[in-house]
């Protein structure tokens, strides 16, 4: 690996405002890859990225726009062209939860959550395939997931659905583009300490469940934003079609029946 192994791509990232989006920028950035980094509204954590990451010198185009928007996805990526020349790498991080039982929960908070975690990702992955296609060199791709796609966590019938969806539709991606030499893989991040958590639990309930984590811990963003880069590093070019979960050991099968009693 160079100390640059990134320097001269151009990665398109979603959900680039967001905790591990943002991350998952400034990490690449530092890598040398340039940022075409979108989200539905940029707060405070995702212009810090940006600015950080033209602080590192890299060239960074940001726009607004809702992921479950194929036209906006479409015009975003146009624009990126535009401004910083062929896609090589692609993160899909944009997300989206409500938290309901599934008898009683809310359609538009289902739907909501379906259009973002699962149609979004595969409108930008589509997106951004087709540009990688027709640039005839390759490229990466990330697909930020969760292993809500595997454990059939309660309240969570919307995503559950959403992320399993998702990594099979990453899957298939990976099969149809390898002809391409076009990778893409999955990360599984565990609980991890986002803006987005902060919706369901306050800082008082984090501090009380981290302790009795596995890791004793949630992750933080640079943690899974660090898998992310390994597998879009040129070096990662045997990987492809796979799952990397970055949990601290909370998917481990002693785990789940210690959570729910059985041990």
Not at 1 to 22: E, K, S
Not at 57 to 82: C, K, M, S
Request: hydrophobic share 45%; charged share 20%; proline share 6%.
């Amino acid at each position: 690996m160079t100390d640059l192994p990134l320097a001269g791509r151009v990665a398109f990232v979603t959900g680039a405002a967001g905790g591990i989006g943002a991350a998952g920028g400034r990490a690449l950035a530092e890598a040398g890859a340039d940022i075409a980094a979108a989200d539905l509204r940029f707060d405070a954590l995702g212009q810090q990225a940006c600015d950080i990451a033209r602080a590192a010198g890299r060239r960074v185009v940001r726009n607004t726009y809702d992921i479950a928007d194929p036209a906006g996805i479409a015009a975003f990526v146009a624009l990126a062209r535009e401004e910083l020349g062929e896609i090589d790498l692609h993160v899909a991080a944009a997300v989206y939860s409500d938290r309901e039982p599934f008898l009683t929960a809310d359609p538009v908070g289902l739907h909501r959550t379906v259009d973002i975690s699962l149609w979004g990702s595969f409108y930008a992955l589509r997106a951004a395939g087709r540009v990688m296609v027709g640039q005839g060199r390759g490229g990466a791709m990330a697909i930020v997931s969760s292993p809500h796609a595997v454990i059939p966590f309660p309240n969570c019938i919307a995503y559950n659905m959403a992320k399993a969806a998702q990594d099979a539709m990453a899957r298939t991606a990976a099969i149809e583009l390898l002809p391409h030499r076009i990778r893409v893989n999955v990360v599984h991040p565990g609980w991890t300490d986002t803006p987005g958590e902060r919706k369901f639990y306050s800082d008082e309930a984090i501090a009380r469940v981290g302790p009795s984590l596995p890791a004793g811990r949630l992750a933080r963003p640079d943690e899974i934003a660090r898998a992310v880069l390994f597998l879009l590093d040129p070096a990662s070019d045997y990987i492809n079609g796979t799952t990397l979960t970055v949990d601290g050991g909370l998917s481990l099968p002693w785990w789940s029946k210690r959570s729910s009693g059985e041990l």
